[in-house]
């Protein structure tokens, strides 16, 4: 068992849900299971097909992410053209060459890293550790907002169907929105999924309609459009003149920078796909990329053909569907399918935050930047406290904004192009230098280049435009979670260095015993001793044991946890190695009690919650070895102070508790830091 891991960057943390027999917590642990679901069993070996997702499915949990910006980049981009509309086509063009730019650069990224993690391992792996927790941190914010946003933005499309005053309960049933999400997001990636796709292809019918509509009933008037874009320019050179026009355009070019917005949830999310992993990323970002270009510049040229102009309460989609039907027979139930499917969608891409926010945090938590409990799995294999946080923190987000979509989208876009442009600079850089060996670098350098000019700029014109709407809360309250992230991983090192000091202990070990051992004899008294991989600590608990009792134990029996985090569900083959690890360990130890001339054996459990299994050890030595005192090594501190108990498990004294109920002594040996 993992009592405190002696690496710190181990995660072995109990947070996991548990399964408590005391008859008061029966209820809870009912209820709980009817909400989330009961365990999955690790044992299984086909659970990792059957949690994976095909691509179409993860184009439904990523993609709609994507595609749900369509519903507010593309208006926002509008709305800053005021009365020059006639720069609408240039920028549904700018779009469909952007989305196309950024999702041919992230399938390159997939190919290079196939393990996932996106922003954040590019950043780290190719421009070092502290860009990587820039690109993370950065991410991390984004994820929130992506919620928070989507959800904002269902609202105000799902309350453009209903009159101005139920517009108050507006707030409240977005924040209702989130928290059903959190739930369902406890039961699964793949169930939460499988729940949300009729409305995703609801969404997609309901808009391939409106905007082929749109655009085959103007087919005979685009010679007339075309004349019309034409004196829209001339005048537009004498009112504003040329660098006005492109500035304009520029403008409103990165204030839809959240068009955009979504496309790095492929590569972030390449850990929840089925083998082979690659393909099915790059096959989801096609379809993301595909499905997102033609929505969101059908959009543009539809308001632009159509003649869309804001109206107080209403979405620019809202305004455009009701005009597009207007006389139509049943136009109100067309109107109402296609703004509930599209507030619906938005409901949807908030998805892509709850999976890939918890899967940085806890790539951030393995390194640790991030508590090492972010990178614990629930019974459902599930990060379960990374999506507990995530659905806070947009929460709070929500309230504190109140809802307001184009403040939300100018917070969200910030980040999103932060993590775009760190991953093509860092992409170009790694291009750079395999020129000498790689015959398509001239491509690739060109693509990464292209990229991160068009994300730096729309990076910088977003944050000086709006940094004092709103941009300099999402500059704060990244820094800080920087600043937080260096803290941690601070503190962690030091952890580390004090801990280490127990493998001087190595060079003291008994020399090797020659001559038979007694057998072992499960009557006698026993050691039952959890131990973690085999190093200083473990060796110094068995060694503490002799010392403080020399002749009271007749055998020894190791106990160990297998304990299955975030970065090591990622296939049979990683469990399997992991058991592998876990039994050579045990080994090790039943060597050194070899040395020490007393018997022993040991036990493995493998799971997610390291107190659970270890409980279910214990009750199996007990009844084997009937006079069994338990062991256990825990970290003090010898000044404790409240974020301890945040940053370290508790495991020593949660099993502690349990096996008392049980009538069992846990003695726990304390290590000192």
């Not at 910030?414 to 775009?420: H, P, S």
């Not at 050890?617 to 005192?629: A, D, I, Y």
């Given at each position: 068992m993992r009592s405190e891991p002696p690496d710190p960057s181990s995660p072995g943390a109990s947070d996991g849900p548990r399964d408590p027999s005391a008859n008061g917590?029966?209820?809870?642990?009912?209820?709980?299971?009817?909400?989330?679901?009961?365990?999955?069993?690790?044992?299984?070996?086909?659970?990792?097909?059957?949690?994976?997702?095909?691509?179409?499915?993860?184009?439904?949990?990523?993609?709609?992410?994507?595609?749900?910006?369509?519903?507010?980049?593309?208006?926002?981009?509008?709305?800053?053209?005021?009365?020059?509309?006639?720069?609408?086509?240039?920028?549904?063009?700018?779009?469909?060459?952007?989305?196309?730019?950024?999702?041919?650069?992230?399938?390159?990224?997939?190919?290079?890293?196939?393990?996932?993690?996106?922003?954040?391992?590019?950043?780290?792996?190719?421009?070092?550790?502290?860009?990587?927790?820039?690109?993370?941190?950065?991410?991390?914010?984004?994820?929130?907002?992506?919620?928070?946003?989507?959800?904002?933005?269902?609202?105000?499309?799902?309350?453009?169907?209903?009159?101005?005053?139920w517009h108050e309960y507006k707030l409240p049933a977005c924040a209702t929105i989130i928290m059903a999400l959190t739930v369902l997001n406890m039961r699964g990636v793949k169930e939460s999924v499988l729940a949300l796709l009729p409305i995703f292809l609801a969404f997609l019918i309901t808009h391939a309609v409106l905007i082929f509509g749109s655009i085959g009933r103007h087919v005979s008037d685009l010679p007339a459009l075309g004349q019309s874009v034409a004196h829209g320019f001339h005048g537009g050179l004498h009112t504003l003149g040329l660098w006005g026009m492109l500035l304009l355009f520029l403008h409103a070019f990165s204030l839809g920078g959240g068009t955009y917005t979504g496309l790095e949830a492929v590569s972030n999310g390449l850990p929840i796909m089925r083998e082979p992993r690659v393909a099915t990323g790059q096959r989801t970002m096609f379809y993301m990329a595909t499905s997102l270009s033609f929505t969101a510049g059908g959009l543009l040229l539809s308001y632009l053909l159509i003649g869309v102009h804001p109206q107080a309460g209403k979405t620019l989609n809202a305004v455009l569907v009701g005009q597009f039907v207007h006389n139509w027979p049943g136009s109100l139930f067309w109107v109402i399918l296609t703004?509930?499917?599209?507030?619906?969608?938005?409901?949807?891409?908030?998805?892509?935050?709850?999976?890939?926010?918890?899967?940085?945090?806890?790539?951030?938590?393995?390194?640790?930047?991030?508590?090492?409990?972010?990178a614990s799995l629930s019974d459902r294999l599930t990060t379960q406290n990374g999506i507990l946080l995530m659905g806070g923190a947009s929460l709070v987000a929500l309230l504190y904004t109140k809802g307001d979509v184009r403040f939300l989208v100018v917070m969200?876009?910030?980040?999103?192009?932060?993590?775009?442009?760190?991953?093509?600079?860092?992409m170009l850089r790694l291009w750079l230098q395999r020129r000498a060996e790689n015959p398509l670098w001239k491509r690739r350098v060109a693509l990464f280049g292209v990229g991160l000019a068009l994300c730096a700029t729309i990076l910088v014109i977003t944050t000086l435009e709006k940094f004092a709407e709103g941009g300099w809360i999402?500059?704060?309250?990244?820094?800080?979670?920087?600043?937080?992230?260096?803290?941690?991983?601070?503190?962690?090192?030091?952890?580390?260095?004090?801990?280490?000091?127990?493998?001087?202990?190595?060079?003291?070990?008994?020399?090797?015993?020659?001559?038979?051992?007694?057998?072992?004899?499960?009557?006698?008294?026993?050691?039952?001793?959890?131990?973690?991989?085999?190093?200083g600590t473990g060796v110094h608990l068995v060694m503490t044991i002799r010392r403080l009792l020399p002749d009271h134990f007749k055998s020894l029996v190791f106990l160990s946890v297998a304990v299955v985090d975030s970065g090591k569900f990622k296939g049979p083959s990683e469990i399997e190695d992991l058991k592998r690890r876990t039994r050579e360990s045990l080994e090790k130890y039943e060597a050194l009690a070899?040395?020490?001339?007393?018997?022993?054996?040991?036990?493995?459990?493998?799971?997610?919650?390291?107190?659970?299994?270890?409980?279910?050890?214990?009750?199996?030595?007990?009844?084997?070895?009937?006079?069994?005192?338990?062991?256990?090594?825990?970290?003090?501190?010898?000044n404790e102070v409240w974020y301890h108990r945040l940053l370290h498990n508790q495991t020593a004294f949660d099993l502690q508790k349990r096996l008392l109920t049980e009538r069992k002594t846990l003695v726990?040996?304390?290590m000192e830091v």
């Open positions: 917590e029966r209820w809870g642990t009912r209820l709980r299971r009817f909400l989330i679901g009961k365990p999955r069993d690790l044992s299984d070996r086909s659970i990792f097909h059957r949690l994976s997702l095909v691509p179409f499915l993860a184009w439904v949990g990523l993609g709609a992410d994507g595609l749900s910006s369509s519903c507010y980049g593309p208006e926002e981009a509008f709305r800053t053209l005021g009365e020059n509309t006639y720069l609408a086509i240039a920028l549904a063009l700018a779009v469909v060459l952007t989305v196309s730019i950024v999702g041919a650069a992230s399938s390159h990224i997939i190919e290079e890293f196939p393990l996932g993690g996106g922003g954040y391992n590019v950043a780290t792996k190719l421009l070092g550790e502290r860009t990587g927790v820039l690109s993370g941190c950065a991410l991390l914010v984004d994820y929130v907002l992506t919620i928070t946003v989507s959800i904002a933005s269902a609202g105000d499309a799902l309350f453009s169907l209903l009159p101005p005053s703004l509930f499917s599209e507030g619906a969608l938005l409901i949807v891409g908030a998805q892509a935050g709850f999976i890939d926010g918890p899967r940085v945090m806890s790539n951030m938590a393995i390194d640790s930047w991030l508590p090492r409990r972010f969200y876009s910030i980040n999103v192009f932060l993590t775009f442009s760190l991953s093509m600079a860092g999402t500059l704060a309250a990244t820094a800080l979670v920087v600043a937080l992230c260096f803290l941690i991983r601070s503190h962690y090192l030091s952890v580390g260095r004090h801990v280490r000091r127990f493998d001087n202990i190595m060079d003291v070990l008994p020399e090797e015993r020659t001559g038979p051992l007694p057998p072992l004899d499960p009557s006698q008294p026993t050691a039952a001793v959890l131990v973690g991989p085999f190093g070899e040395r020490m001339g007393i018997p022993s054996t040991s036990r493995m459990g493998v799971g997610t919650d390291v107190v659970h299994v270890a409980e279910e050890l214990c009750g199996e030595v007990g009844k084997e070895f009937p006079q069994t005192m338990f062991f256990a090594g825990q970290v003090v501190f010898r726990i040996v304390p």
